[in-house]
């Protein structure tokens, strides 16, 4: 409510600068009523006094004193519900789909970009079409209260979001690859690959959790069973772990529980319908709690007689503790906070500890080879040495071929000059620029930055070298060729989104098209009229998905125009108190040198960064072009 009331005393701030909780004003009409009703959200439809099977829409109107700049978002979490979400009246998005072929899609977050173009000044309205027909589930916008505001801010806070599970399903495949590595080398015990089991399984368990992997067109009818079977048979591997550990024979109820175990994560690979897999997961729950007293009693007997038994003990408890928290929560609320991950991965590390006691009481002897060992570390460490430096050299020709690859800019061409400055933070970088002169004298140039540096980005930035031959001479409109490089990066990028702003200048004809694809705006400035500003236009960034819009702009040139593209490294450059370079500094410097040269302006640019930052946070590229 603070951040509510900030927005309204400082009416001259802009909404889409912030994220804003819409947490008050909503209405829900159902399907054959005439009357909406006030709801809150955040709580289950079935809490607020419906009964499914519930069809109906949400409703909210949401002020935007000023219209924003770039795109903005909703986030709504994950619904139990299918939906479609518009706003003024225009589709944004949906997930699931409606009766006939109901399909709630419920473990997908809802997550919908705004274009610009149907933001209004003033009053706006979101509605959110829902309908839920699972007696278990929720329904409706239950998991949180939903989120507005600037799309990069929101998708911020997503990444953020899968980031933090990717470290956590880094540690349990770590362990899967330390156990089952360690197993196939020696086969000692079976303990290890158990418990390797249940690392992978419970990464498959947490997989469907991660937003990103619903963008990567997985059905999602696969990413449910993979969860329902990999949750069904991981406490199977935990028992067998243990009864491995301490070499005891599986008792007649174990194995009973186990077959169960198995049998319903079979079950849960086929297809079905929601409320019927969650009548399976009641009959895990109970399983379940018979497995607990048969731990408890497998533990109990070897608990003073080995060390690795009192640590496998407290790891126990501490998944029981967690597990429990974790069931209780999901059946009261069914907002499960995951919180067995913790649990099982203390679990986890504890059984590493366990197997690591039991290695070191049955392996003493090897540490007659501790003076071998000694000499192969040694000869392993003079080997990295000269890796190292077989690798050092590599990167110094490396770094030789990129710089042929990018063509140093520092000609004219008719009214045309241009310079340019490139500055790798390693010594190869991802930033690329380059152009091509027309048959008809006109000249097209592009400036992209790779996200990241080093190594992986050289290489996807000499693919955009390759690519730029073939299609710079047979197209010149900057947004059809944009669309093209697109298509032809998409396949090779990964997790190496790019950056990209391509232009176009018509000398005879005085234009100049450009268009952008998640790039900073370049600026034009005037050395006559001493005036400066960013050329406008946004777009999508290059690499996330195959289908994007990308416009193209034009203006008029006149005499003494100078135009300036740069990338990010400019103004995230950082000094010592860890400050940004920042935009108004590039600004100020880009003022102060309208009556210098290009030349003299770019060294001047570069001068100030030299001074000013500690040590480069990325590639830094830049060029000026002046129109004579």
Not at 553 to 560: A, I, P
Request: charged share 20%; proline share 4%; hydrophobic share 45%.
């Amino acid at each position: 409510m603070k951040f509510l009331w900030l927005i309204v005393l400082l009416s001259s701030s802009a909404i889409y600068s912030e994220i804003v909780t819409l947490e008050s004003g909503w209405t829900f009409q159902r399907e054959g009523e005439t009357i909406a009703k006030p709801v809150l959200v955040g709580v289950p439809l079935i809490e607020q006094g419906y009964k499914v099977p519930i069809r109906g829409k949400y409703r909210l109107k949401i002020f935007v004193p000023v219209l924003p700049e770039y795109s903005q978002a909703i986030y709504m979490d994950r619904l139990h519900s299918a939906d479609q979400t518009f706003w003024n009246g225009k589709y944004i998005g949906s997930t699931g789909s409606f009766t006939p072929n109901y399909y709630p899609y419920w473990h997908k977050v809802r997550y919908y970009e705004i274009p610009i173009s149907i933001l209004k000044l003033g009053e706006n309205e979101l509605v959110v079409d829902v309908e839920c027909r699972e007696t278990q589930f929720r329904c409706g916008l239950f998991r949180s209260v939903p989120i507005f505001g600037n799309q990069d801010q929101i998708k911020d806070k997503m990444v953020f979001e899968d980031v933090y599970q990717i470290v956590i399903a880094a540690l349990f495949f770590g362990i899967f690859l330390q156990q089952g590595i360690g197993y196939a080398l020696n086969r000692s015990s079976k303990s290890g690959i158990y418990l390797a089991g249940t690392a992978i399984l419970f990464v498959g368990w947490r997989l469907p959790v991660l937003n990103k992997i619903h963008f990567l067109m997985v059905s999602p009818e696969i990413l449910v069973r993979l969860l329902f079977f990999c949750q069904f048979v991981f406490p199977v591997f935990i028992l067998l772990f243990v009864y491995t550990l301490f070499d005891r024979r599986l008792t007649k109820l174990a194995v009973i529980t186990f077959f169960l175990d198995v049998v319903l994560g079979i079950i849960q690979l086929f297809p079905m319908d929601p409320d019927s897999r969650f009548y399976l997961v009641y009959l895990w729950y109970i399983l379940l709690a018979v497995k607990v007293p048969i731990l408890v009693q497998l533990l109990a007997k070897n608990y003073k007689k080995t060390a690795e038994a009192v640590v496998v003990s407290l790891g126990a408890l501490v998944a029981t503790f967690f597990g429990i928290a974790d069931v209780i929560t999901d059946v009261v609320t069914g907002k499960n906070d995951y919180l067995t991950q913790y649990g099982i991965l203390t679990f986890l590390f504890s059984g590493v500890l366990a197997i690591a006691l039991q290695s070191a009481r049955t392996k003493r002897e090897l540490r007659n080879l501790n003076e071998s060992l000694e000499m192969l570390v040694t000869l392993r460490t003079q080997e990295l040495h000269k890796q190292f430096k077989l690798l050092h050299d590599d990167l110094v020709i490396a770094a030789g071929l990129q710089s042929k690859l990018i063509p140093p800019m520092e000609f004219e061409h008719h009214s045309l000059s241009v310079a340019s400055v490139f500055m790798p933070m390693e010594k190869i970088g991802g930033d690329y620029f380059d152009y091509y002169i027309h048959e008809d004298s006109s000249i097209s140039f592009l400036l992209c930055d790779v996200l990241g540096h080093g190594i992986a980005a050289a290489l996807i930035a000499s693919m955009l070298k390759v690519n730029f031959l073939e299609i710079a001479p047979k197209e010149k409109d900057p947004g059809a060729f944009l669309l093209e490089l697109n298509q032809k990066m998409l396949p090779v990028v990964e997790k190496n989104y790019i950056t990209a702003v391509a232009c176009h200048f018509d000398l005879e004809r005085l234009i100049m098209k450009y268009s952008v694809m998640g790039h900073p705006s370049p600026f034009i400035m005037n050395v006559f009229s001493h005036t400066l500003a960013p050329l406008t236009g946004r777009g999508p960034i290059m690499g996330w998905k195959k289908d994007v819009l990308v416009e193209t702009f034009s203006r008029k040139l006149e005499v003494g125009d100078r135009f300036f593209f740069y990338t990010d490294g400019i103004t995230e450059s950082q000094n010592k108190r860890r400050e940004l370079y920042g935009e108004s500094r590039l600004k100020g410097q880009l003022v102060d040198g309208l009556n210098l040269s290009i030349h003299d302006l770019n060294e001047k640019i570069k001068k100030d960064i030299r001074k000013f930052a500690f040590r480069l946070s990325d590639d830094v590229t830049y060029f000026t072009i002046d129109i004579k």
